[in-house]
């Protein structure tokens, strides 16, 4: 039986949103995927008036193929409760997109007992509150994964790297356990990497200037060698493909951070 002019058009349109969806679906799995952190100073960008205090956010896309880029929302002083309670989570979770990643490091401030505004207690209010940012970042089908912090400069009498977070780490692994999150053991690993490097070694990967003895913040040596760490993870992970990274095993050239002006 043949069909009119007219039923042959009217199949067509009927046929159109279904061919305009599956172009959609190919454009948005071809959509380059954003990795956005969420997290503290030790993370975040720094400026012109800061350097050369660098956040290891600011090295992350030299280890990253330019279809990964990285938006990092990281800000100083912020734990994982002021961070939600400025809005921060909000923002990400308003720009986050389905495939996108959001890698969550916090503790430094969390752990300030004397702070009501930023202190949460590690088995209760900590795990509370990072829960908001898997739960967010999941209802928006993005990937969410928790990154232990990264360690300070602490060293024993022995010359031993101590560690100073606390129950904070575990608390995180035993979510990420919980919830099945990737898990980036970023404190361990730093840990391991300032035992290696010794008490005088590690100076030089830290905010060590002539005015300023900053054992919890990096320089441009240590922002890399922690941004390294954090890319390994992802892969061992398999957050990450192979074909997603890019200069794990290479020297990268210290000239390549930079500082904008600062900020208004």
Do not use: C
């Not at 560690?163 to 356990?177: E, F, K, N």
Request: proline residues 6%; glycine residues 6%; neutral net charge.
């Amino acid at each position: 039986m043949s069909l009119t002019r007219r039923q042959v058009t009217g199949a067509a349109l009927a046929a159109l949103p279904l061919a305009l969806g599956a172009v959609g679906t190919a454009q948005a799995s071809g959509r380059r995927r954003t990795l956005y952190i969420a997290g503290d100073s030790t993370a975040a960008q720094k400026y012109a008036d800061a350097a050369p205090e660098t956040g290891w956010g600011m090295a992350l896309p030299f280890f990253l193929h330019r279809d990964r880029p990285v938006a990092n929302h990281a800000v100083n002083g912020r734990s994982s409760k002021s961070f939600v309670d400025e809005g921060r989570l909000d923002v990400v979770l308003d720009a986050i997109r389905p495939g996108d990643l959001l890698l969550i490091q916090f503790a430094h401030n969390d752990e300030k007992t004397t702070d009501p505004v930023r202190y949460t207690e590690p088995w209760t209010t900590y795990q509370d509150y990072l829960r908001q940012y898997v739960d967010g970042a999941r209802a928006r089908g993005a990937r969410p994964v928790l990154a232990t912090p990264v360690e300070r400069r602490r060293f024993d009498a022995d010359g031993n790297a101590a560690p100073s977070h606390g129950d904070y780490p575990a608390a995180m692994r035993a979510l990420a356990g919980q919830e099945r999150v990737a898990l980036l053991d970023i404190q361990a690993l730093s840990l391991a990497l300032w035992q290696k490097l010794g008490v005088e070694e590690t100076k030089k990967y830290f905010n060590w200037t002539a005015t300023e003895q900053d054992n919890t913040h990096f320089n441009p040596p240590g922002a890399i060698a922690v941004a390294r760490l954090v890319v390994r993870e992802l892969l061992r992970t398999r957050v990450l493909a192979p074909r997603e990274v890019r200069r794990l095993d290479e020297e990268i050239p210290e000239s390549w951070i930079t500082w904008p002006p600062a900020t208004a």
